[in-house]
């Protein structure tokens, strides 16, 4: 029998692998790469029992459809995306995301359009066979770098998958979509803050930004009203991180995102906060942004929090309900039913029945 | 001057030694890469040598900026003991007007033949700066004053790879076909980037670097030969 795996039908239009990202090599030129949301992609593990830096695929505009050539099995997708199942035998069905499915051999997984974010990340339970470089398995498409030799999925391919069965145990669900926050992105300002007029530093605090047509994972340009340098924009080139905002000499933001380079000699205002970039990552040309300072401890905090929301969306993994009908057994262990919510308090953000 | 923590964020800071492309100052940055590079404090992801900074990236989840920090001082106040030498390569080039379509431009602007041009770009040992722009760009210097020349102002949008370049006292090897400003002086037929390797990028920060002119009929051989995975860059370090 032909190794597990699952086959590319239709590539969609800019499908990856990714991981959490390349680091270590970034003194060698390597850019990072890696999950554009690693939120959605943690999460999307979780629902299949990996490893939450398993790598997945991120799907960006409209995704790829995937044929099962393997005994089952089970996936989950994480973000504002359509899944189809089309089945032998059965009309096309359309799947959840925020939970796990568990496919069977044949089965044709269609994924759809992503709306409402750049991407979606669809990851697949034990994750795929294939060789890191580098020590990671994320897409680095500029260099070629990375699985399928770095570039993005096409018709023919054959993801070689690591189990060929589902594990043991039912399908789960999220109870929620991940909350992502709302408001402005909070940046540290630096490292070359000083090299910006009084004047730039206010705007940037106030002013509306629109994310320009030129966006990808390299980064997005920015539009909305200029920063002005005191004297050049140039430095000599230092390194970079996600969440850099670098500003050319013509004034214009660029907020790089995970394949920005890994050191660059335009003056950077200020850098998104760890805890924001998943919003970074998903916003879409046309979307507008703006940004409140915090500081370096500010932003630990926030993060740390932000690490405990995560694990306790994970915590809160359950069986899938079953459709239709009241599951007395989920709504009892969520002490809807035994009268121990604080109504008052607002103990509880599941709606009262 | 006294060393700058300057901030990138929650997940990075720069330590600066200096506003300047300078030798010294660059020995510190790479004396301190090596430093953490070897006692690698708890959380500390990894360390990017650029010019005149380094910059230090760390996990905010299992540490802070106030503990890197301190660690990163501490590795400061410690041996300032230069860095080991970095490794010397000789690197070809031929400078042939066909695979350097900039010397036409610098015989006009600067009065240079294509002869003379190889000859000042071949007539020094090259410090390995820092890498960056893609995987494998070294930024090397110092080029001879007489080569100096500002970045063209027009980009070009195709580069291809293994052009040799120039700008301000700077010079590179393209490891990939990519946009680029400087100005090409010929190419090198030894992939600066190669997949296949089991150590693809080439030149390391630190390393140092000497270009031996090849004519057209020996450039040819030698990328036929790599093309083949027949040729051993090893045969390039100098002894």
């Known amino acids: 029998m032909m190794a597990a795996c699952l086959t590319v039908v239709r590539p969609g239009l800019f499908a990856t692998i990714q991981d959490l990202g390349r680091f270590g090599f970034q003194e060698l030129g390597m850019p990072v790469a890696g999950a554009l949301d690693p939120v959605a992609l943690r999460l999307a593990n979780a629902l299949v029992g990996n490893p939450q830096g398993t790598a997945g695929l991120e799907i960006a505009l409209l995704g790829p459809a995937l044929r099962v050539d393997a005994p089952a099995v089970r996936i989950a997708a994480v973000g504002p995306l359509a899944l189809t199942l089309e089945r032998e035998g059965d009309a096309p069905q359309p799947l959840a995301p925020h939970r796990s499915h568990t496919l069977r051999q044949g089965d044709v997984l269609r994924l759809g359009a992503v709306d409402g974010a750049s991407v979606a990340c669809l990851a697949v339970a034990g994750g795929f066979a294939l060789a890191p470089v580098m020590g990671s398995l994320s897409t680095y498409v500029r260099a070629g770098i990375g699985p399928l030799g770095g570039r993005p999925l096409a018709e023919g391919d054959r993801l070689p998958l690591t189990r060929d069965s589902a594990p043991d145990g039912s399908d789960v669900e999220l109870p929620q979509p991940p909350d992502y926050g709302a408001g402005p992105l909070r940046v540290v300002f630096g490292p070359q803050e000083d090299r910006f007029t009084d004047a730039a530093i206010d705007t940037f605090l106030s002013a509306t930004y629109r994310v320009g047509k030129q966006a990808d994972r390299m980064g997005l340009r920015l539009e909305g009203p200029a920063l002005a340098h005191r004297g050049s924009a140039d430095i000599p080139s230092d390194g970079l991180v996600t969440g850099s905002i670098q500003v050319p000499g013509n004034g214009q933001p660029i907020l790089l995102l995970n394949d920005h380079q890994t050191a660059g000699g335009y003056a950077k205002i200020a850098t998104v906060i760890s805890a924001d970039l998943p919003r970074a990552g998903r916003l879409r040309p046309g979307d507008s942004l703006s940004f409140q300072a915090v500081t370096v401890e500010e932003a630990e905090a926030i993060r740390r929090r932000r690490e405990q929301a995560i694990a306790g969306w994970v915590r809160a993994i359950r069986p899938v309900r079953p459709t239709g009908g009241i599951d007395l057994e989920a709504l009892y262990a969520e002490n809807l039913i035994s009268g121990t919510v604080d109504i008052v308090n607002g103990g509880s953000d599941i709606p009262l029945l | ?239």
Not at chain 2, 56 to 62: F, I, L, Q, R, S
Not at chain 2, 124 to 132: A, I, K, P
Not at chain 2, 178 to 200: E, F, M, N, Q
């Open chain 2, 1 to 239: 001057m006294e060393v700058r923590f300057t901030s990138c964020g929650d997940t990075a800071f720069n330590v600066e030694f200096g506003e300047t492309i300078d030798r010294a100052t660059n020995a510190r940055v790479m004396a301190l890469h090596a430093r953490l590079k070897a006692a690698p404090p708890p959380g500390l992801v990894e360390t990017v040598p650029t010019f005149r900074s380094l910059l230090v990236v760390y996990d905010p989840v299992t540490t802070s900026r106030c503990e890197m920090q301190a660690a990163v001082e501490a590795a400061l106040a410690g041996s300032d003991a230069a860095p080991e030498e970095g490794r010397l390569w000789r690197l070809p080039v031929c400078y042939d007007p066909d695979l350097g379509p900039d010397l036409a431009e610098l015989y006009d602007t600067l009065g240079l033949t294509a002869e003379q041009v190889a000859a000042l770009h071949g007539s020094v040992e090259y410090f390995v700066y820092m890498l960056g722009f893609m995987p494998g760009f070294g930024y090397m210097g110092d080029l001879p004053a007489e080569l100096e020349r500002p970045r063209r102002t027009e980009p070009r949008v195709r580069v291809p790879a293994g052009s040799v370049a120039i700008a301000g006292r700077l010079t590179t090897v393209y490891p990939w076909e990519s946009p680029g400003g400087w100005h090409l002086i010929g190419r090198c037929p030894v992939p600066l980037y190669d997949g296949d390797r089991p150590d693809p990028v080439l030149l390391a920060a630190g390393d140092r670097v000497r270009f031996e002119a090849v004519d057209r009929a020996a450039f040819d051989a030698i990328a036929e030969a790599a093309n083949a995975g027949r040729f051993d860059p090893a045969s390039l370090r100098a002894a």
